[in-house]
Every structure is written in structure tokens, then in C-alpha cells.
């Protein structure tokens, strides 16, 4: 089917002949729709768009025909916003496990949105050491409650269980349901304000709190738009005359994220939280490495890696004669915004902050007299949102040490996948040192070339 042609200029006036509110629902509504998972970056402008409309009555509801002919026009699939489009890396529905059951969330196209938020929820619910403000505990908690509730509703509105995949349509295109079901996937994004009042009651979530994530439509500026950071990943919530609009389900966990950031920051427990979302992490890390028996011998708890990350250090012991050192490093939320909810993480010395602990690590290991003969260095850098950009310069000399980088989350992924081969992050090291020796190797994601390794390994034994 040929896009649609519409000027990008254009949209902005031809939106805004149709009702601001429903136009809101609408698009919200797609992000509903499995199929639609590769299309996050239109319907994430589009979104803002139909939040800048300015709110009034008597203009007529989209049709299916006109969110189809904008959805997939040549202006915004053949523009930057849809050169952003990626193939979505996360399940489409998962299960969040919280206080008062499994509720279902929607990861979006955000990154490690789940793992992020999970161990930040574990970070503050663990009672090994109080917070120094109680009222940060109670209040995080309490919006946790509420964005999970909403989250679940919606999910259940839609018939959308824990666990649904991510669908691809040929030719990048948008799905547009049918009338009956676009209408119901409408209903299941609008809450009326009775409705809202009384779960922030049950959740004991202050309105002022709730607040933070709220706008109305109409006061956002196109102008101020940017893919990775739009207002309404701050602000999903829209009010509407016809009721509270989540104008992006899948970025509630993202917001959900820096509303307890910058709780934190408020209450002054933001250096607090960054250390124990490290020792969150870290014990993940080790029930991860525990399930391919890679089996720990020493852990350190959390410490300042430069002024902006903190580390946790360990080794684990997964042959007679091989060992593995962990280094662990994560944000320590220094010089968080306070208007943009994916930020850039600084890597002001983080880069020789880790290398200095790798060199001290292999010299340490190598000059035991019961050491290993050969240790594998794998450096996790799991963020809390913000993105950092960090190169290698790995093997080494003299030790060329084996070498692997990835996040904590992509680590729990190898994890289940390879649970019970204690040689598993062994060989993909070996391969990736390997094929870097005379390629170079420019890699979106860690799990894309671990998939490629071990097709490659299990081609090269079926031949």
C-alpha cells in the first residue's frame, strides 16, 4: 500500500480540525494494538501533537480512514520521526509483581524500562537500612501504587494479558482497528476524574503528587518536541473535558522512574537511593550468574566510581582454572535534570574509573599463588534511565584478559536463556574477542550479538 501524502507542515492544521480529546484518545489507543510496536515513534509525535491542539467542542471525531492516512503518511514515515522507529526490542505486555498482586505493564520503546523499576522498587521497600526521610519511602510507594493500578486497568480495558509479543506488519505500517474495537481501545485509556480521586485514595497518593505527571491539552508547544524527550514522557496523563486521557501507555514506567528520581532528590535521600540501587542490582547480578553456575566468591558492597557512577566489585568461580571478575557500575544520579525524563548520564572519569579497576583486578587475580590461569572481565553498566556513551579498548595487553560489556538486564536475559552452561559467557566472550581481532564490530545491543554467536555455534555444530 502507498503512503499516504501529507505535508509535515501540513499535519498540525489537518489535525486540528478534529476534536482535540477524542483525536487524544485515538492516537493513545494504537499503542494498544501489538502490531502497532515498531511504530512508537510516530504515534509518540503524533501524541504531542494532538496535546498541542488547543481543547474545544463541535469539531467532528477522526475517522479511521483520516488516522490511517495521517498514521502512515509519507511526511512522518519517510522523516526523521520515522527514521527513529527501531524493531521493538521488549515484550509488549509484561507482569510487574507489587504490593496487592502482578499487575500488567507496558514496556514501550523504552529501555530496561521493567528491570529499571524493579530494582528501584526493591532499592526502596528493603529495610537493611531506613531511608532518612520516611516520607520519600511512603510517597514513592504510594505513586508506584497508583501508575501500576492505571497501568493494569488499561491493560485489562483492552483484553491485554501478561506476556503478549511484539507484532511486525510488512512495509513499516500503522494497524488501524476496526470503529467497534478503536472505540473500546479509546475507553480503555480515558478515566474519569471520580475514578482517579478514588484510587489516589486507595493508594493514599497525595493529588499534588499525582499531579506532577498531569497536563491538559492545549499549553504544550510542538516546538519543544524532541523523540527522546517530549513533555509527555514527564506528563502522560492528560486532562481533558471528557476525563483523563494516558496519552502514552508505554512510557508510564519511564515516568513513574523519574518521579521517584526526583522524589529523592527532594527529600534528600537522592545519593541514598543511588547506592542502593547499585546493591539492588548487584544482588540480581548474582542470582543471574548463580543460574549458569558461575558461583560468587567475594562481593563488595556499593562505592563512588568518579563523581557521577557507583560501582560494586566481585569474583565468581565457574572452572578449576578460569574465574570471572564483575564489576558492576551504576548511575549515581549527580546533576539529575529536572526537566527531561531521559537524560544523559555524565561519564565524567567513569571510562578511567573502570579501567583502572579492571588492571587492578587482573593484576590481583594473576598473582595468587591459587589464582586462575585465565579470567574472563565483565564490566555491567545498568543506568536508571539516563544514557551514557562509553568505548573499550579491550583485550589488553599484557594479561588480554577476555572482555564482555552489557547492562545487568541484558546479563538476566543470558541468564534464563542459558541457565545451567557455567561455560556460557565464556564462549560468547571468546567468540567476541575473537572475530574483534581483525573486525570491527559496531553493535546496538549486547543481546543482538550474543543471538548472533550462538546461531553461529549452533550452525557451526550442525555442520
Known sequence: MPKERIHLQDLPSFLSAYDPADLLTAIAALQLVP??????????????????????TGRPHISASALKKTCNSAAIVESPIGWYEDPCDNCFTEAFPFHGGSFVVLPGFVEEPTFILRHL?????????????????????AVVSVVLSISNEIARRAGLGRGVAPLSVAGG?????????????????????????????????????????????GPIQLADYQPANGPLHVRPFIRTRKGIVVSLPGVLLATLRDVIVRL????????????????????????????????????????????TAIFSEGVFRFDTDKALYLLLVTDALSQY???????????????????????????????KDSGPNEVLLLVLVQSVGRWIVLGWNRPAAPANSLFLSMSAADLECIGFLEAGDRLALWKYARAACCVRSNTRIQSASALDEFFCSVSAEVAHRGS
Open 173 to 217: 505500517l500503522a494497524t488501524i482497528p476496526d470503529c467497534p474495537r478503536l472505540r473500546e481501545l479509546q475507553q480503555a485509556v480515558t478515566f474519569s476524574e471520580f475514578d482517579v480521586a478514588n484510587l489516589l485514595r486507595n493508594c493514599n497518593c497525595p493529588d499534588s503528587l499525582f499531579g506532577r505527571m498531569v497536563t491538559h491539552v
Open 337 to 367: 535534570s529536572q526537566s527531561e525524563a531521559f537524560g544523559c548520564w555524565p561519564n565524567d572519569g567513569v571510562k578511567e574509573g573502570i579501567d583502572s579497576k579492571l588492571r587492578h583486578a587482573e593484576e590481583q587475580l594473576f598473582q
Open 264 to 307: 529523592a532528590a527532594e527529600y534528600g535521600v537522592l545519593q541514598q537511593l543511588a547506592e542502593r540501587y547499585n546493591a539492588a542490582v548487584s544482588r540480581s547480578v548474582v542470582r543471574t550468574l548463580d543460574m549458569i553456575d558461575n558461583n560468587c566468591v567475594a562481593m563488595s558492597t556499593p562505592q563512588p566510581l568518579a563523581s
Open 121 to 141: 522498587v526493591d532499592a526502596i521497600i528493603r529495610e537493611d537500612e531506613p531511608f532518612a526521610d520516611g516520607r520519600f519511602v511512603r510517597q514513592a510507594l
Open 35 to 56: 502490531e502497532n510496536a515498531d511504530c512508537a515513534g510516530r504515534i509518540d509525535f503524533l501524541a504531542h501533537l494532538a496535546t498541542s491542539i488547543p481543547d474545544s
